[in-house]
């Protein structure tokens, strides 16, 4: 069946290349994510082509909100006005939807988060909120959600326009839904990350790190499925044993005050800093020398992207979309996430012998194309989409 989409703020026979796209982006939080991250740097890349409105629906995750309001797009938390009742029941953020969509009036909806599609899905279905083409980006692998949200995203799957999946693993473990999705690798904003290279000596001089030290960072969501807790353990062995080894790690989240009384049950220790969240990830993921991520489960990470940028080493899991993002002697990939595999390969990079040899060989492989994840492609795919959305029928 074919469905025509009309146009709500501007004409097609009127709409050139020059015209503004007025998107709806949809996200569950704006809080310190990956994809969070890419949507700021995205608002902050496009502005010129799009007039550009954010939504999303968790109160508890704002940390980007001030952020992507200086990026000039609209932003606003969904429900925060509702009734105390409502939100207990948990439909107010729906209801909140319905309301800003009709005043938004978007050309094109937007979603980052499969909870928000299938409500946009479902109000678009009924005709509740304005008629506009449904894009959704699946940022990570179908067996991360819960079976009730795989189920709802899977019944209302056909009432959207367009699919775009973040990497060739993640459409793959989308099943029958992802045939039809366009495999877009996302990028991050190589100059900002780059321009951040220049702050590395005075950010760590601020955390009290020796010049000849070496930076193992993890950067990364305090969520059981980044493996805190098991690698903690692993890195405070080897900080006692190896003493130029520094172990500094950023994120918040749920599992912070149990990591930090897990770090004092292991034994303070001066060189494993826990520093929680940063507003400025870029200036210090580019003062580690190391990147550590040994998570259970990926998409396809910001952080690595952002890392390669930067020509870091990297130890991660094999996990997700990751293999997928280096070639052969560009990362040090150690399989499922283990406290075996976790030591193997830090011990592999701080080798006493070979370890700098080592490093420095990684770096120079990763110099080779450093920018292959910059965010020129998407950005300038993602608008021929939603232009080519307005201008054919779907």
Not at 167 to 178: D, F, L, Y
């Amino acid at each position: 069946m074919e469905v025509h989409y009309p146009i709500n703020a501007i004409g097609v026979n009127k709409m050139d290349n020059s015209t503004k796209i007025r998107v709806a982006w949809l996200i569950r939080g704006l809080g310190a994510g990956g994809a969070e991250h890419l949507l700021l740097q995205h608002a902050e890349s496009m502005q010129s082509e799009l007039d550009i409105h954010v939504a999303y629906t968790m109160s508890d995750r704002t940390h980007l909100h001030q952020r992507v309001v200086d990026t000039g797009a609209s932003v606003t938390l969904l429900s925060k006005d509702a009734s105390r009742r409502m939100q207990k029941l948990g439909f107010s953020w729906v209801i909140a939807l319905r309301h800003w969509l009709r005043e938004v009036q978007p050309d094109v909806i937007h979603c980052h988060s499969p909870v928000v599609a299938v409500a946009c899905r479902l109000l678009s279905r009924l005709k509740l909120i304005p008629a506009a083409p449904i894009v959704y980006t699946e940022h990570s692998m179908w067996t991360n959600h819960r079976w009730i949200t795989r189920l709802a995203n899977r019944l209302t799957f056909g009432w959207q326009a367009k699919v775009v999946s973040v990497s060739a693993v993640v459409k793959a473990s989308m099943g029958a839904c992802g045939e039809a999705a366009e495999v877009l690798i996302h990028g991050v904003d190589s100059e900002a990350v780059t321009r951040a290279a220049l702050f590395r000596d005075t950010v760590r001089a601020e955390w009290g790190v020796p010049e000849d030290a070496v930076v193992l960072g993890m950067m990364a969501n305090l969520r059981p499925e980044k493996n805190h807790a098991m690698v903690f353990p692993v890195l405070h062995r080897l900080v006692n044993e190896l003493p130029n080894l520094v172990v500094v790690v950023h994120g918040q989240g749920v599992l912070e005050q149990e990591l930090r009384s897990q770090l004092a049950t292991l034994g303070h220790h001066d060189r494993f800093l826990l520093l929680g969240y940063t507003d400025a990830p870029h200036k210090a993921l580019a003062a580690y020398d190391i990147v550590l991520l040994a998570s259970q489960r990926e998409g396809l990470p910001v952080v690595l992207m952002e890392a390669i940028n930067l020509q870091l080493p990297i130890i991660a899991s094999s996990v997700g979309g990751i293999p997928d993002m280096f070639s052969e002697g560009e990362a040090v990939l150690i399989g499922e996430a283990s406290e075996q595999s976790v030591e193997k390969g830090v011990r592999w990079l701080l080798d006493q012998d070979q370890g700098a040899a080592r490093r420095q060989a990684i770096k120079e492989k990763l110099a080779v194309k450093p920018e292959r994840f910059d965010n020129a492609t998407y950005k300038n795919r993602i608008i021929t989409i939603y232009r080519g959305l307005l201008h054919h029928r779907h």
